[in-house]
């Protein structure tokens, strides 16, 4: 039962809250790292506060929820407890730190991708896999509002990763970077537009100062599209090209921050592990300091 889980939670900030929130609902005993007045407040329903990493009772596994500039080093401390460690993505914003932690946490370190576990992304996956479609041509993501909530990294950091983890879990590679456009000022990228991969590629447009809010998945096949429209709609839409109208296919709602944290609290108890490896993470740092690269910002 995830009754019988102790987790560790680093950080309790405006996202942290909501971890801590789910972990709660799952049943879990959760002791929490907050340093400051705000953070210490958001964790009041936790059974503890410590001020440290080091400082953490006894806990079956660690989720660190901290700023992106922090994780690396975070990690590092959380490693040190020999539990499995789930770290907010990205899982760093330095692809050399990446791969060493990648290369020294095993299989203890992994990355919370919550889009892996959003039910049309993996209906999007089925799809692909089964050839209902055809052949996969390519996959099309949008991902774009207004506003950058963090402080510590620009939009490329922010908002990418979720849509190279949606290749992941759709295409089951990520391939290589192509081309990549960005929106930048004042050595920031506030938006980016980039193409990887040929047979199948993937084409995504992420942006922080747009005026709409949109969020897109679209999965391009031979015979067919398929659609989710909006990361809280409640079903796809799927047009064969033979077809005069699209079909609707229902999927759950329930949502995937939930439904990830559920996925480690369960291996924690024995079961498999969440679906977004170190390894898989390095990659997605990899993938998005190449494409800052061709886009033409410095490291």
């Known amino acids: 039962m995830a009754g019988s889980a102790r987790v560790g939670l680093v950080g309790c900030g ?144 922010v908002l990418t990763p979720h849509d190279l983890s949606i290749a992941l879990e759709i295409l089951g590679e990520l391939p290589e970077v192509r081309a990549a456009v960005a929106d930048a000022s004042g050595g920031e990228i506030n938006g980016l537009v980039g193409l990887l991969g040929d047979h199948p590629w993937l084409w995504f447009e992420v942006s922080a100062r747009s005026p709409e809010r949109r969020r897109e998945v679209r999965l391009v096949c031979e015979q067919g599209v398929a659609l989710l429209a909006d990361g809280y709609s409640d079903h796809l839409l799927v047009r064969r090209d033979a077809a005069d109208e699209p079909e609707r296919r229902e999927i759950s709602t329930e949502l995937p921050l939930l439904r990830e944290l559920r996925a480690f609290v369960e291996h924690l108890q024995g079961g498999p592990p969440p679906r977004s490896s170190a390894a898989d993470g390095a990659l997605v740092v990899r993938r998005i300091a190449e494409l800052r690269t061709l886009a033409g910002m410095v490291a």
């Open 14 to 157: 405006s996202w942290g809250r909501f971890i801590l929130r789910d972990l709660l609902a799952l049943g879990c005993r959760v002791s929490v790292v907050a340093r400051s007045p705000a953070s210490q407040a958001r964790a009041e329903s936790a059974d503890g506060v410590v001020g440290s990493v080091a400082e953490l009772p006894e806990v079956d596994g660690i989720v660190v929820a901290t700023p992106t500039s922090t994780h690396a080093t975070v990690i590092e401390q959380a490693l040190e407890r020999e539990v499995p460690v789930f770290v907010e993505k990205p899982l760093t914003d330095d692809p050399d730190a990446a791969g060493r932690l990648a290369a020294a946490a095993g299989e203890r370190l992994f990355v919370m991708d919550k889009w892996r576990y959003h039910p049309g992304v993996e209906l999007l996956g089925e799809l692909a896999g089964n050839g209902s479609l055809g052949a996969v041509r390519g996959l099309q993501t949008t991902r774009i509002g207004w506003g950058n909530p963090h402080d510590d990294v620009d939009a490329s950091w």
